[in-house]
């Protein structure tokens, strides 16, 4: 077996952890206290804006376009509304801004 | 007709509703697995080491900078590393969807928490919320078709990847963060949820700054989810006990 082949195997296994570990810990407690509880209720807004701020250090005036048309539709319009807008915005403001 | 054969077509609609809802992500996270692909064998995997991973890891960012490391010919151990410090937040996922998942059998809860990845979490924490049981085959039609669509894409990727044209004309450099804001503006009702936007939003960009990438994603959703624990529960909407 090559080393890319052991590389994946303990990558994905160092992932699964991540991704059930969370639950393994919470699980052994039989109530969850009410602050525990406000936090757990945080985590979408608080991870993916994580992976959104950063980009906003390098956005130019198309990728500010797509992120503000986006966020207009998404006050009325589903998901799939609000992306396909976001990137035709981005599409076209890049035909222009570069 | 029998309360079996009602259950049945209950599910298979469940299954055909989170399919639906897969779309938008199947559409995003396409070229990235292409670009997966490509790249992987730009830094020296073969084709089915690039599907493997894909297959076996199943995180994006992380099987980016896996390869990356591994192009620049870093040692194992710490390729591991990185891809464990990418994928940290799914941590903090898992906490979260367990509660809600917690009445599956265990073996599906096992696959589950296989493919629990960014919009998989999102998606399915944004039905809990709307007070709607997260089912298995609702979650399943949620998921699968992301996870069979990314092995495939990552391996054409992987065969073809040279032949990618423009791709910032296209906008697919910038695809995920779009995605990414409409699923931060959809919990836009939860309490807290400005003040814990705007504290991952600076955290994570002073550390983006300082510390580097990947740490800015684990330290900003610590800081949003810290600012949460620490209010008094009254901000939070959750109900302290007697």
């Known amino acids: 077996m090559s080393t890319t082949f052991w590389i994946i195997i303990a990558g994905a296994i160092a992932t699964y952890l991540t991704r059930i570990g969370g639950h393994l810990v919470i ?62 915005a981005l599409i076209v403001a890049r035909q222009f801004a570069g | 007709m029998s309360a079996q054969a009602i259950s049945e077509s209950g599910d298979r609609s469940d299954f055909w509703q989170g399919v639906r809802l897969s779309m938008p992500v199947v559409v995003a996270s396409a070229p990235f697995a292409v670009l997966f692909g490509a790249l992987a064998v730009d830094n020296g995997f073969s084709v089915l080491e690039a599907f493997l ?19 620049q010919h870093v040692a194992p151990w710490l390729i591991v590393l990185s891809i464990f410090a990418v994928n940290f937040r799914h941590v903090l996922y898992s906490a979260g969807i367990g509660r809600r998942i917690a009445h599956w059998p265990v073996i599906q809860q096992a696959l589950g928490y296989f493919i629990l990845t960014d919009p998989q979490f999102a998606v399915a924490e944004a039905r809990a919320q709307s007070g709607q049981t997260v089912g298995f085959a609702w979650y399943l039609g949620l998921g699968l078709p992301v996870y069979l669509f990314w092995i495939v894409e990552s391996a054409l990727g992987a065969l073809f990847g040279k032949l990618i044209p423009d791709t910032h004309a296209l906008g697919i450099d910038f695809l995920l963060p779009i995605y990414f804001l409409g699923l931060v503006l959809g919990f836009r009702k939860r309490p807290l949820w400005l003040p814990v936007v705007i504290a991952s939003a600076a955290a994570s960009i002073i550390a983006y700054k300082t510390v580097g990438s990947p740490w800015h994603v684990s330290i900003g959703a610590i800081a949003g989810v810290l600012l949460a624990v620490i209010l008094p529960p009254h901000h939070s909407g959750v109900k302290a006990r007697p």
């Open chain 1, 27 to 88: 699980s052994r407690f039989d109530t969850i206290h009410p602050r525990v509880e406000a936090g757990l209720n945080a985590v979408p807004a608080a991870v993916l804006t994580t992976l959104v701020a950063p980009e906003l250090l390098n956005a130019g005036p198309a990728e500010w376009a797509a992120l503000v048309v986006t966020a207009v539709v998404s006050l009325r319009g589903g998901l799939m509304a609000m992306f396909l807008a976001g990137a035709a």
């Open chain 2, 53 to 71: 991973m894909s297959a076996l890891v199943y995180g994006g960012a992380s099987q980016m900078v896996g390869i990356q490391l591994f192009g």
